[in-house]
């Protein structure tokens, strides 16, 4: 049975008591159309919350397998737990868990992603899971429905990507991504993020700057420039723009991660008077520092900032002058590569880093210092 080539597996469960009597729901969904493919909804008996929510997993897989059996699958669910275990970031300690995820993981096919969602967006699946403990029918394929906003969106890149990897009918949108020269804070290798001291360039960040931008006149070819708001990047992207004629648009979202009250130290020092909170954040990319943002919250705003830019300039090359955290995000979403890979990455200052998204989705990059020889 062929499908659609992208679906979106919503799944939930719950236990009146924990444990207690227990049901899942489960659900396929076409993100291009809303349309709900197939569902599922079953009692389990007594149960707890979390057995509950594994068993809806494997039921949706399973829809997945049957009515979709070629597509690449985005899982969403309100569990924190399962989808954080299931994208390989949180062990499995509890034995009656143990089995299911190990089911799960045999169902799931290469590539699929993992997606937390709030409750309120995955009220579908519960809904199916209360109609399951109430004793209500539940019809495998559903009455077609209108298209719900608040689930669907595009495939991701991996997604579009697992499509194949075929020649491209169109030229790729080129984002070339200069992280801002060296500044007192990064020399001295301490925590600068958005709201800190917002220290501006050295003279050798200056400098890292000219010579990105001559390298990037020397190539040639560049349609637009974007930067974000912090002072390190507009005084690079003003080095850019005076040498490639450009003028600079700011777009607030390539921003910095915040780093709340770790701004301006170094992370030894953050270790001895934030242990636990630090140990917390390196255990978990939801977790922020006090005060700060978290690398999630960061890699959705890079994403909406990205898909701007993709949408406004197809088929071009743009500059992008932004932080070492955007631009990781950017080669880890290419890559997919899990978010914990964000701590073994490190980009130099003036660090250009080039992707090439092609309209399916499709992307490629390359990552490289500036030639020694234009400093």
Known sequence: MSGPSHVIVEADGGSRGNPGPAAYGALVRDPATGEVIAQDGKTLGIATNNVAEYSGLIAGLQLAAEYAPDASIEVRM?????????????????????PLAIKAQGLAPFGTEWTWVPRAQNAAADALANMALDGVDIPLTPEPAGPAPTVAKEPTDLQKAL???????EPPTQLIFLRHGETPHTAEKRFSGSGGDNPGLSDTGRAQAQAAAEYLFRIGGVDALVT?????????????????GLDAVVDDNWREVAFGDW?????????????????????STAVAPPGGESFDTCARRARSARDGILAKYPGKTVVVVTHVTPIKLMVRSVLQAPMSSLFRMELRPATL????????GLASLRSFNVPPSLV
Do not use: C
Not at 86 to 98: E, S, T, V
Not at 163 to 169: F, K, P, S, V
Not at 353 to 360: G, L, V
């Open 263 to 283: 701004d301006g130290h170094t992370f030894a020092e953050i270790q001895q008077k934030w242990p636990d909170a630090m140990n917390a954040w390196l255990d």
């Open 228 to 244: 974000s708001p912090m002072r390190r990047t507009r005084e690079t992207a003003e080095v850019v723009a005076a040498k490639l």
């Open 353 to 360: 880093t080039e992707i090439h998204w092609y309209a399916d």
């Open 78 to 98: 309100d569990s924190k737990l399962v989808i954080e275990q299931m994208a390989g970031r949180w062990r499995i300690k509890h034995p009656d868990l143990q």
């Open 163 to 169: 499509q194949g990897w075929g020649a491209q009918a």
